[in-house]
């Protein structure tokens, strides 16, 4: 009790730290005047983001003259269609009071705040909509077909789903899912009214898939100004960039671009972070936020056998976590990880060679750790129906497996593609949509029947790996698309007072970002939102910020 008592102080300390902050340091002159034009924020909880969105809204209300308006945007994601009574009187008092993020998003010049809300209208028009796409879906990757007036919606109705109800999979004919889908089309229907009805001059958000990317789906189509931020990365969405981290359309044109002296340089630099991942670091170290645990951590051990000793092809299967998003970058060949680990099961049953599973390594410590609990249990399952896979624990390190001379790797998107890649083993992808497909790292077949054909003849491929290829790939993911270029110090945070990647999302960031933020570093960050604005780029990276690039590379 004592100890809860101590956190809400100690948190509603940081909260006021960080509306004072914004209240002397961003300009809040336009909503002192009636406008026409709009600006909207999405409302969440995710502290992290309001220090970027609170500088992304700033400067775009002063470029429009508009007011600032925050929407929800948790319905279908994180909270049940409709609301309580109880949630909305909670609400209520919360806005007229400005308690809790109601005073946040105050502080950095949200005037209103606007929820989707169900009516008879929306009702009986979503309902005769989803009787029609019901009619339509023959089978589950009918879904990922989907639109609504044209617009593509069938990859953020599949993955919310099962995101929605923690699933494996999607049974069309459920009452969940046809629930689920008249639900989404009245949020659809909520917005486009408001879109259609209000000037809105940007969408500002956070994530691009689930429920969460209904509105910017249909901004995108109205040619309205979508932005986002993320894990400390901006980026721009429109109709060629419908996903946050869509960059990799960019590496190699990039990349091109400089000069002789700076790819020398990037590799450099991309070698000796990637050496540090492959000695077991993890967090800011390899940049790589996410993880407290490392695949790399243990070491060779010679007098450990993991693989049988035979002459059969070896295959690693490297499972992605259920909780992810399948279709990250786009529609892959298998429309959820399910589908995909149950064709590659059969085919194993089919083959001669050995097969192996193995999950991520099990971070306990973070609130994902449940999806890696769902993974775990669907794995098992697999193991225990067919014979011809074998488990691997989610410990096993991958220097182990490496050095027991595995022959391919198999993965949809995971990082895995260009780990095993630097040790010049074939990875094969499951998908045309994910940053490897173009780095020539990798086997990247082209359909579903390419990718079987390939599978059941592997004693032909002859695949050689370059390892500037994968030394370029990480220079362009990790370090030119880094999340340390608007915020330079936003990993630094994880070694701050030990925090991790949950932590990001806490008031612990305000104060973070309150001691770290001088006017020199908030001019610094609008100059380069400002070149980024101006340059029409999908995400704001090193050339967007000079001095920063001159400094790496």
Known sequence: MIKRVVNFYNNLISKNKFINFNKKNLNNEFRKIKKKSIILIEFNAFNHTHCYMSLIANFLIKKNSAKLVAFDNYKLTAHKFEDSFIKKLKRAIGIFFKLNFFKIYNSFGVSEFIYPKNDPEYFLTANKLQRKILKGLINKSDVLKIKIDKISFGDLIYDGFLKFFSLETIDINSYKFKKYLLEFIIIYLFWKKYLDKNKVESV???????????????????????????????????????????????YKKDFSNLSRQQKQKSRKLAHKIIKKRFKGKIGENIKELTTTK????????????????????KILIATHQLGDTCNYWGRNFFPDFYEWLKFLSKLAKESNYEWYIKDHPYYSDLKYARSLDRTSKLTRKLVKENKNLIHLPSNISHHQIINEKIDFVLTIYGTIAFEYAYFNIPVI??????????????????????????????????FKIKKN???DYFFMRYIYNDYDIFFKKHGDFIKTKKNNWDDYDTAKFYDYWVNNVNSNELKEMQKSFDNFYQSKKHSLNLSHNQKLLNKKI
């Open 204 to 250: 500002i958000g956070v994530h691009d898939h689930y429920a969460y990317g209904i509105i910017h789906r249909i901004a995108i189509n109205k040619k309205i100004e979508v932005f986002t931020t993320m894990s400390g990365k901006i980026f721009r969405l429109d109709k060629n960039n419908l996903y946050n981290e869509s960059d990799y359309k960019y």
């Open 294 to 313: 490392s695949a790399f951590e243990k070491r060779y051990n010679n007098k450990l056998n993991v693989l049988n000793k035979n002459k059969k092809i």
């Open 429 to 462: 992808l499951a998908t045309k949509n994910c940053p490897f497909y173009d780095s020539n790292i990798n086997v990247t077949p082209s359909n579903i029947k390419e990718y079987k054909k390939i599978l059941i003849n592997l004693e032909n491929i002859k």
């Open 469 to 471: 290829d994968v030394l």
